[in-house]
């Protein structure tokens, strides 16, 4: 039998409105029940899914990680006609809608032993469609013709994780070993140290990860 990951969507329901409290109680469970599961698709043994994103006009993107060649990496695609297919990015990890209907994604988790040529590839990349982005719309881009801007470098020993927009479409990025979550301000092509703390950076006997992902939610910046 071969083995693999697999991509499942879902549809889950609470067993009842008052079951689920006004305020997060992390402490107990929230009781729900699984209506509808689909799988979607299943991946080569030894690689990882690392990130999700819908668009706007329902398409599925999924960032495919073979950790041991940073190089095979790619962001697998499913739009609503049900064709699908992957876009080659090395190192790809977190992917983040923009306000904007871009589809964002990061090239710079830790990995061991990258070439110069890799961490020069390290960094924020955009996706870009010929003729097809309209409100996230990709279904009608011309992907044979499109690819992946790379728009900022990843700075020097930055580990980049989650990726996440604030509503002035900045862009933050964790950085999992360096305890900083850095920004790309609008129309810029530098990443900056935007906060820097202690409890941002690795701990444990491990020592990884540190800052991972990111939500911005009613103006807020929340960091796991």
Known sequence: MK???SLFVAVVTFAS???RPSEPDFTQLYPYEARQATGLHEFEAG???ESIAVSQAGSIYATVIHPQDISKSFVWYQHQDDSRGQLHLTGAGTLAFSGDGHLYVNAGAAFEALTPDQQRQMG???LHVEDGLANGNFEHGDFEHGGFEHIAVAP???ALNGITFDADNSLYAADSLGGKVWILKQGSNELEVWLEHDLLAPAGPAGFPGAN???FFEGSLYVS
Request: no cysteine.
């Open 124 to 126: 924020i990349y955009r």
């Open 3 to 5: 083995l693999g990951l």
């Open 47 to 49: 690689t990882l899914v």
């Open 213 to 215: 992902g990111l939500k």
């Open 156 to 158: 020097q020993g930055a």
């Open 17 to 19: 409105a008052h079951d």
